[in-house]
């Protein structure tokens, strides 16, 4: 993967970030009344403190899901996080409001524009830029990138 799809899937990832947080949170939802008994599935029969399987259960990372129009998104609290990491260094910039009107409300440019009113569609795009960037090396800190490292092959100078 190269850095441009890389970059591609960090935007792919901020815009659907609604979608894979309501998901993840419906996975957790099902996995406590699992563990608690309240789908009319059986408890289990073995003895033991209740409070600390219920909280190692709630640590367990949600390893994958697969979003409404079938794409697989491996380690979804992985770019939650990377969402959150975004929000809290761009919060007091107009960085939220193009991450907000861009990517959450999936607006177009022209329409980001509007809504925000005193931006030029160059700042626009390089703060829309800066902020897949940064997002970009979180993702890549947190080894969401890992299954696809990418090589930048050098040219052979020939003598």
């Given amino acids: 993967m190269n850095?441009?799809?890389?970059?591609?899937?960090v935007k792919f990832c901020l815009s659907r970030m609604r979608e894979i947080e309501?998901?993840?949170?419906?996975?957790?939802?099902e996995k406590e009344a699992v563990?608690?008994?309240?789908?009319?599935?059986?408890?289990s029969g073995r003895m033991g403190d209740p409070t600390s399987r219920l909280a190692l259960g709630r640590l367990e990372p949600v390893r994958e899901i697969i979003l409404a129009d079938g794409t697989l998104i491996r380690n979804p609290e992985g770019w939650i996080?990377?969402?959150?990491?975004?929000?809290?260094?761009?919060?007091?910039?107009?960085?939220?409001?193009?991450?907000?009107?861009r990517f959450i409300?999936?607006?177009s440019v022209e329409r980001t524009l509007l809504e925000?009113?005193?931006?030029?569609?160059?700042?626009?795009?390089?703060?829309?830029?800066?902020?897949?960037?940064?997002?970009?090396?979180?993702?890549?800190?947190?080894g969401l990138l890992a299954d696809e490292?990418?090589?930048?092959?050098?040219?052979?100078?020939?003598?």
């Fill in 116 to 142: 925000i009113g005193y931006l030029s569609r160059k700042t626009l795009f390089a703060i829309q830029d800066h902020m897949v960037y940064f997002a970009l090396g979180i993702a890549d800190g947190l």
């Fill in 22 to 29: 309501k998901i993840v949170a419906e996975i957790r939802l």
């Fill in 3 to 9: 850095i441009r799809e890389a970059a591609k899937k």
């Fill in 81 to 101: 996080r990377v969402y959150r990491e975004v929000c809290k260094f761009f919060s007091d910039t107009d960085g939220r409001k193009v991450l907000q009107y």
């Fill in 35 to 43: 563990r608690q008994g309240t789908l009319g599935m059986p408890r």
């Fill in 149 to 159: 490292i990418y090589w930048v092959e050098s040219e052979k100078i020939s003598a």
């Fill in 105 to 107: 409300e999936r607006k």
